[in-house]
């Protein structure tokens, strides 16, 4: 199916470019969120008609991001959770527990815009990248703990606070953790992580 795309979408284009892509993908993601249009006759005359406002609206958001993702700085949200002796979290941590935590830290991210792949279940420190914009992206650190005091250590040290192992298994665990990097969202930017096989 060829479809014009209304902003930027990774892997595919940007705003105004023709592309061809499965008929699932189009109507089930880019469509119905306001993407693009069906690249018919009325459909291009319409968005040629439009267009200036369109890429103006974009130029606006995209700006408003770029302060958000400014303001935001280097930030790191402590997310407290019951876990046991060797990390693992009873229960998990999902981009809504992120949204939240970032909302207490004084910015408004609604969760659709925090990208991950699966919801966190181990202790530890994760990069996570918030999708502010098509094209502005921040990435913060979620420091996930048992309290807040281990929350300070696990920042301090770079790696989890895990009780009751001995130095080599302590070792081993932060080879498994660290540099553990969630991206690519949940249900919002699912269409994103496929776009490889999407496009025809």
Known sequence: ?????????EKLGKIGDVVKVKPGYARNFLLPRGKALRANKQNLAKF???????????ADAKKSAELLSESIGDLNVDIVRAASEMGQLYGSVTSRDISEAISKAGYEVEKRLVV???????LGLFTIKLALHPEVSKKIVV???RSLEEAKMQLDSGKAVITNLNEESQEEYSQLTENIEVETNNDELQGDKDDTE???
């Not at 479809?3 to 930027?8: F, H, S």
């Not at 040629?48 to 974009?58: D, V, Y």
């Not at 991950?116 to 181990?122: F, G, L, R």
Request: proline letters at 0%; glycine letters at 0%.
């Open 116 to 122: 991950m792949d699966a919801a966190i279940k181990t």
């Open 198 to 200: 999407n496009v025809q």
């Open 48 to 58: 040629e008609a439009e267009r200036s406002a369109i890429e103006a609206r974009n």
């Open 1 to 9: 199916m060829e479809i014009v795309l209304l902003e930027r979408v």
């Open 143 to 145: 420091n996930v703990a």
